[in-house]
């Protein structure tokens, strides 16, 4: 079983840049699919960014293609949400979550880690 733990996270200015790291435990980092989601105050949540096995192909939601990029190491089986030129709108606590299906639901990823606060100040 893979457990997941993200850092990374904390208060940035608009237009600034933060990276988010995942590290996970287990021999088997390699066969997921990885992605990471966010959750801002009072929504549900949703898909930021997903990264196949190899790292070969990547997926954005619109609201941040251009800005963010993912990218994973399977050696150190961590996963990682480069953000940059960060908005206020991109507040909100940020998960990685393991998969065995190349999705942007939520449900399709049985593992996840316990969140990480990015907070983006105007």
């Known amino acids: 079983q893979v457990q997941l733990v993200e850092s990374g996270g904390g208060l940035v200015q608009a237009g600034g840049s933060l990276r988010l790291s995942c590290a996970a435990s287990?021999?088997?980092?390699?066969?997921?699919?990885m992605g990471w989601f966010r959750r801002a105050p009072g929504k549900e949540r949703e898909f930021v960014a997903r990264i196949s096995w190899s790292g070969t192909n990547t997926y954005y939601t619109n609201s941040v293609k251009g800005r963010f990029s993912i990218s994973r190491d399977n050696a150190k089986n961590t996963v990682y949400l480069q953000m940059n030129s960060r908005k206020p709108e991109d507040t909100a606590v940020y998960y990685c979550g393991a998969g065995q299906r190349n999705s942007a639901s939520p449900n399709d990823y049985a593992l996840w880690g316990q969140g990480t606060q990015v907070t983006v100040s105007s």
């Open positions: 287990g021999r088997t980092f390699s066969i997921y699919y």
